[in-house]
């Protein structure tokens, strides 16, 4: 049986990254960021459509969070991994061509109105029960040369939806929650590597809905802020 971990990662690769959120962004801002991210190479899959899905995304979650009862403090959350995942974050991973630098607080220190969970990550949770809107995808060339329509796009994004699927997906979880989502369906961990019904699911999300634990827990223990963003 999994155990439920007692500490939340939260992975950033810069001072100007740390407890950041793309989406407190004017969209012109953070449309530029993106396109910064994408040309460097370091995060060729961030598409055109992108941030329209992730407010589309953080909308469900907030208000999601909203009808469990909760009172979220911050309109848009910001994001850790309960446990961690160094093989998904690391160097020349998915998000990255350089190491991160790791913030990790203990699980302990939010209440249940204040952090909630998705699993996996809350794009992938809410696409495979819920596929983005057509006009958010970008229209890529196959590797026939032919150029697909956004409604064989579609079409192509619910059967890969359908194909792994699972009752965890979809849902938002609370802190009193989660622990009996590990108990059901276990943690991630490597199954994906294993396991191809698993290929998606990588890791639980945390997502934080008020800082001020964060900076209080910092602020009361010798382990400072500014030590984690001195790494990089």
Not at 166 to 177: A, D, M, R, Y
Request: aromatic content about 12%; some cysteine.
């Amino acid at each position: 049986m999994d155990i439920l971990p007692t500490f939340i990662t939260h992975y950033y690769w810069g001072k100007h990254e740390m407890l950041k959120n793309l989406c407190n962004l004017p969209l012109n801002e953070a449309e530029i960021i993106i396109a910064n991210l994408r040309s460097s190479g370091k995060r060729v899959w961030l598409h055109s459509g992108y941030l329209k899905d992730r407010h589309r995304v953080e909308e469900w979650l907030y208000h999601e969070f909203e009808n469990k009862g909760k009172k979220p403090r911050l309109r848009h959350p910001l994001y850790f991994v309960l446990g961690e995942n160094d093989d998904f974050f690391s160097k020349n991973g998915f998000f990255s061509d350089k190491e991160p630098a790791k913030l990790q607080l203990p699980l302990a220190i939010f209440t249940s109105d204040t952090i909630s969970f998705t699993y996996p990550d809350s794009m992938t949770s809410l696409n495979l029960v819920s596929p983005p809107p057509p006009d958010t995808y970008e229209l890529r060339p196959r590797e026939d040369g032919q150029m697909p329509t956004l409604e064989e796009i579609d079409e192509e994004m619910r059967r890969f939806a359908e194909s792994y699927r699972k009752p965890q997906h979809g849902q938002v979880f609370t802190l009193s929650e989660i622990a009996d989502v590990v108990k059901r369906y276990g943690m991630p961990g490597t199954k994906w590597q294993s396991e191809p019904q698993w290929r998606i699911d990588r890791y639980i999300e945390a997502q934080v809905w008020d800082e001020r634990p964060i900076w209080e827990f910092l602020s009361t223990n010798t382990l400072d802020c500014n030590d984690y963003s001195n790494q990089l």
